[in-house]
């Protein structure tokens, strides 16, 4: 293993060990939750939204380390972004877990580190479950549960 694959692997496992804005927040705007039925992945994420921007975010769920990891690095990665920043961070870690390189002004933070992630395809739905998450709660779409796995989102029970 080369040393970058191994500071991303310490990264990761960071974020797992360590999660950041981790739990509930109390004055959320938006509630979106989504799973991986794959791999049973869960994941809830929280966001406070005020004149177009995110003032703050935070998940819970459970699920393995890089899909907990995924989350604690996106929600530390969108505070004070506003929602068409964030839009475009969904974009780009989609096209990361495709191989394209990040814009080169865009800081990605921790969340570089999941790059190595597009190495092992299965895995790469665990990475992705936090930013299908958000991208549903972006849509304004917190009535139904984002699917790792399909577009189409499943009603809340």
Known sequence: MDQLDELYRDVILDHFKQ???????ADATLTVEGTNPLCGDEMTLWLRLD????????????????SQAAGSMLTEQLQ???????????????GLMQGQEPP????????????????????????ALSW???????????QHTADSTQNTPKPLK
């Open 19 to 25: 999660p950041r804005h981790h739990g509930p927040l």
């Open 51 to 66: 004149g177009g921007r995110i003032q703050a975010a935070s998940f819970g769920g459970k699920g393995c380390a890089i």
């Open 80 to 94: 004070g972004l506003t929602l068409t920043e964030a839009k475009a961070l969904v974009e780009t870690l989609k």
């Open 104 to 127: 080169a002004e865009l800081d990605l933070g921790d969340l570089e580190s999941l790059a190595g992630v597009r190495k092992f395809p299965v895995r790469v739905k665990c990475a």
């Open 132 to 142: 299908n998450v958000l991208e549903q709660a972006l849509k304004g779409d917190t």
